[in-house]
């Protein structure tokens, strides 16, 4: 479920005649869909509306109360230091930039989807993917709603990360590829959660001012400091990386670069 927020043609406010911004999801038009106007300072949901305030009042005291919980444990609220989020929403070599292709677009680049959609860490599927606890009853992911509420809270950001990265971290299974670290955030359970820890970084083998692709096979998972090393020329991470983006020319060449 990733939000995507723009502006669009005809997409104007209601109320004063100002472009809106908008807020969709990438993938679906189940979820609700909203505009947004900053002169008027209101959100509109489609199909609903213009949302009124103060409506919070009117809800039982339980969901108050989990509202709280969820606005209290936002996880990292004073340590989050990066602008947009702890991946790269770009990968800079030297001076060129490029924003990441989203699901979409991947796919009517290369003509197939990305997959890695789910990533669940676990050994053991009964066991709940929060606190470790066995799970019971029809349970699939977790013992109770309080540890699937910290799960989420815990994997917040990665909303904030495009989902292309994102994915091939999951296909890594936040695991750099040249040294093994672990990247992943670990919770106080000992129970590894698809978040990063804030060390990983998504490579392109094929650099894009090279007009390396977005493709998959062109991505590498690498923990910052490998990733740096890498471009500094440190013979360990050069080997490495280079012997990794060889193989995969070998079978992949023609998805590796954009086709001009
Ligand atoms: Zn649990
Ligand atoms: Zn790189």
């Not at 472009?19 to 979820?31: G, H, R, Y």
Request: charged share 30%; net charge positive.
């Amino acid at each position: 479920m990733n939000y995507h927020r723009f502006k669009h043609l005809g997409a104007y406010c209601p109320k004063c005649s100002r472009k809106v911004e908008l807020l969709f999801s990438e993938e679906t038009s189940e979820l609700p869909q909203f505009y947004i106007c900053f002169k008027c300072k209101i959100i509109g949901q489609f199909g609903i509306g213009e949302l009124s305030t103060n409506e919070f009042s009117a809800f039982s005291p339980e969901r108050k109360k989990e509202i709280k919980a969820c606005i209290e444990e936002i996880p990292d609220k004073y340590r989050y230091q990066a602008k947009g989020s702890q991946l790269r929403l770009e990968e800079k070599s030297d001076t060129y930039t490029r924003r990441w292709l989203s699901l979409y677009e991947y796919e009517k680049a290369f003509g197939e989807k990305l997959g890695f959609e789910s990533i669940d860490f676990r050994e053991d599927k009964y066991i709940c993917k929060w606190c470790n606890q066995p799970l019971e009853g029809r349970r699939r992911s977790f013992c109770s709603d309080r540890c699937s509420r910290n799960y989420g809270k815990a994997t917040f950001f990665k909303r904030g990360v495009s989902t292309l990265p994102y994915r091939i971290a999951s296909r890594d299974r936040f695991y750099c590829r040249v040294t093994g670290e672990d990247l992943a955030v670990t919770n106080r359970f000992g129970v590894r959660i698809p978040a990063s820890n804030q060390q990983l970084e998504i490579h392109h083998l094929v650099f894009v001012s090279e007009h390396g692709s977005d493709h998959e096979t062109n991505l590498l998972t690498v923990s910052k400091q490998v990733h740096q090393d890498y471009h500094k020329g440190e013979v360990y991470a050069v080997q490495a990386i280079e012997n990794i983006k060889e193989e995969q020319l070998r079978m992949h060449s023609d998805k590796m670069y954009t086709k001009k």
